[in-house]
């Protein structure tokens, strides 16, 4: 993965860094008696994969919440919640993986508080979804002071059914108010969470990774974990402070104690600042130019702020040298979002910043454009479309869902130097191969393909991965591809990536993980 796309017999490791690489001849002239020498068999290394945004805790709380993902029906659904509140004590929270009810159930719908009740009386549930909705039962309302009199919050609602009552479905902004009276887990439980969750992602190939919107107590464990030597994932941290109403005590918060963007180690380090602006294409809250195709009411989905207040919100945060990333999905958000962009570039230079449009899914090829002019990062996730394209088309159309994720035209347009790949995990599956085999076939499981004309080179796919990876974090110089002085990162595979046959990409598996010249994983 440098830039002459070398492919090498050997390389040699130390201190952490790669010393060679080269002919097998001349690796092996380099060894001593104590080094430790592996074998491969002829078997594919690749620089470790960097996983551009993802929330990664959720790969370690298996045991800790009650996993939805399995859920295909109503019925599926509440006896998982019913077998795991056995487990539970009354009055104890129950709360859940991420997990997508209108593309996961038959039904194609979220559950009701009365539903959750009937299998979890006595427990107050919260089952948190992919973003932008959750559920919560009775008891869950209660503990957070919410009933069916309490106004919606700015940006959010309670939602309620034809006779006034509250169904536990909550929209947006009103999704924090009960996510605060969640009890937290002990520090313990999440130090243990978060090695957990390294271990998975290193059983991928996965070396480092962009943790896509981190509370600051988050912050605090990884770096417990950092300073006792446990740390097996190198984490590009977007801090994700709640905007507060007032202007004032968001520049107090942003200016904090003087650090920003770039202030860390090899092993943790501040990448941004995360600000939300729209939904999803799978929620019907992605904000569109055009009214969505069922909308009776010219809707046009969702914005969490203004965009003036989002001018303020990414200005305040330029200025005291915090790079911004957004989460947009619609043409109408990614306009808006430009907007402020550009409008914080005025006031002060952010086209050395690599600012991030994160996930940009239904960016168009203008707004490519006015993104590379500012410099401006888009960080995507191909695997998105694996299991949810047909939601996507069934919302939206399909000549959308073609559009969705036009990964070719991006190369075409920006260069492979300003994108890179990420999963946004637990939203979509961490498996990397898994989101290349999407990026180079375009197929979702059952073979239908969406947007043929986008699908890229498997080379370029890796990169996306690797190289281009790399410079989220300004690190190209310092890991993204297999070169002498670059961090011993990396990955070995179980087949050659470069030559199997397309359907079995996604099944590759990774075989040895080594971070900083230390192994740690092997199957």
């Known amino acids: 993965m440098d830039g002459r796309s070398t492919v090498a017999e050997a390389l040699a490791v130390r201190n952490g860094k790669i010393l060679l690489v080269g002919n097998n001849a001349t690796i092996k002239q380099s060894a001593g008696p104590q080094t430790r020498v592996i ?17 990664f805790k959720a790969a370690g709380l298996a045991e800790y919440v009650v996993n939805m993902s399995r859920a295909r029906s109503v019925a599926e659904a509440l006896d998982a919640i019913k077998a795991f509140a056995a487990k539970k004590k009354p009055g104890e929270w129950i709360t859940s993986s991420a997990w997508h009810p209108p593309s996961q159930l038959d039904e194609k719908r979220y559950l009701t508080r009365q539903e959750i009740d009937s299998v979890a009386p006595n427990n107050p549930v919260y089952l948190r979804t992919v973003g932008h909705f959750s559920m919560a039962n009775t008891l869950a309302l209660q503990k957070a002071g919410i009933d069916k009199t309490t106004s919606n919050p700015s940006g959010g609602s309670f939602e309620k059914d034809a006779s006034g009552e509250l169904t536990g479905v909550l929209v947006e902004t009103a999704i ?29 190939g996965i070396t480092s990774a962009v943790e896509g ?25 977007m801090f994700r402070p709640e905007p507060p109403a007032d202007m004032s005590v968001w520049e107090t918060m942003i200016s904090g104690n003087g650090a920003s963007s770039g202030f860390g ?36 989905g969702i914005a969490q702020q203004t965009p003036e207040r989002l001018k303020q919100l990414v ?20 306009d808006q979002v430009l907007d402020a962009f550009e409008a914080a570039d005025k006031e002060k ?55 969705a994720l036009p990964t070719k035209t991006l190369i075409e347009q920006m260069g492979m130097d300003n994108l890179g790949a990420g999963t946004d995990f637990p939203v979509n599956p961490i498996n990397p191969f898994l989101n290349m085999f999407i990026m180079v076939t375009r197929k979702d499981p059952n073979g239908n393909v969406y947007g043929g004309s986008e699908a890229i080179s498997r080379e370029q796919a890796l990169r996306l991965y690797t190289s281009s990876a790399s410079r989220y974090m300004f690190d190209e110089a310092r890991k993204g591809s297999l070169e002498p002085g670059k961090l011993a ?26 971070v900083g010249g230390k192994v740690v994983f092997q199957r």
């Open 176 to 204: 924090d108010r009960v996510e605060k009276a969640v009890p937290p887990f002990t520090e313990e439980d999440e130090i243990r969470q978060f090695k957990i969750a390294e271990g998975v992602l290193n059983s991928y």
């Open 489 to 514: 990162d990396l990955a070995v595979l179980s087949a050659d990536f470069m030559t199997v046959p397309d359907d079995q990409i996604k099944e590759i598996k990774t075989d040895i993980t080594m």
């Open 315 to 334: 200005s305040i945060c330029n200025r005291f040298d915090w790079r911004v990333g957004v989460h947009v999905v619609g043409d109408l958000g990614i």
């Open 265 to 300: 180690d090899d092993w943790l380090r501040f990448a941004g600042i995360k600000i939300f602006y729209d939904g999803g294409m799978t929620l019907k809250t992605a904000l569109m130019r055009e009214a969505y195709p069922d909308s009776h009411d010219d809707y046009h």
């Open 213 to 237: 919107a981190t509370e600051a107590r988050d912050i605090r464990t990884l770096q417990k974990i950092v300073r006792s030597g446990d740390a097996s994932l190198r984490v590009g941290v």
């Open 349 to 403: 230079s952010i086209r050395d910043r690599r600012f991030v449009l994160i996930h940009a899914s239904l960016i168009r090829p203008e707004q490519m454009e006015r993104a590379r002019r500012l410099g401006v990062r888009i960080d995507f996730q191909n695997v998105f479309m694996w299991d949810k394209a047909a939601t996507v088309e069934r919302f939206l159309g399909k000549a959308t869902a073609n559009r």
């Open 39 to 55: 074998d491969l068999g002829g078997r594919s290394v690749v620089p470790g994969l960097i996983d551009t945004h993802a929330h």
